[in-house]
Nanobody, 126 residues
């Protein structure tokens, strides 16, 4: 049973920073792609960032490029999302997602991830 648990969300002012963390359990995640998505009220779920199973490739949504950084620690089965220069539009519930190397498809496609965390709220105040 794969479990993903996010933490680190909260309230931050415009221009501030937050670091989200996702702890994975139930598998050895070395060969898993890990990703972050977010969903704001009334909007569709949006791709934020992904890290391929090889750890050498990272992908970002256009709206967060240059501000957010995804990283992972395979020894600890964790993936982090460092968020800098936060804007009100970054307000959303952030979800961690995972898929094994058996799954294919674009890293930005939420339908290609079978495992999801419960989400953590990030609120950016102006």
């Amino acid at each position: 049973q794969v479990q993903l648990v996010e933490s680190g969300g909260g309230l931050v002012q415009v221009g501030g920073s937050l670091r989200l963390s996702c702890a994975a359990s139930g598998r050895t995640f070395t060969n898993y792609a890990m990703a972050w998505f977010r969903q704001a009220p009334g909007k569709e779920r949006e791709f934020v960032a992904a890290n391929s199973w090889s750890t050498s490739d990272t992908y970002y949504g256009d709206s967060v490029k240059g501000r957010f950084t995804i990283s992972r620690d395979n020894a600890k089965n964790t993936v982090a999302l460092q968020m800098n220069s936060l804007k009100p539009d970054d307000t959303a519930v952030y979800y961690c997602a995972a898929r094994s190397s058996r799954f294919s498809g674009r890293y930005s496609s939420d339908g290609s991830y079978p495992y999801w965390g419960q989400g953590t709220q990030v609120t950016v105040s102006s």
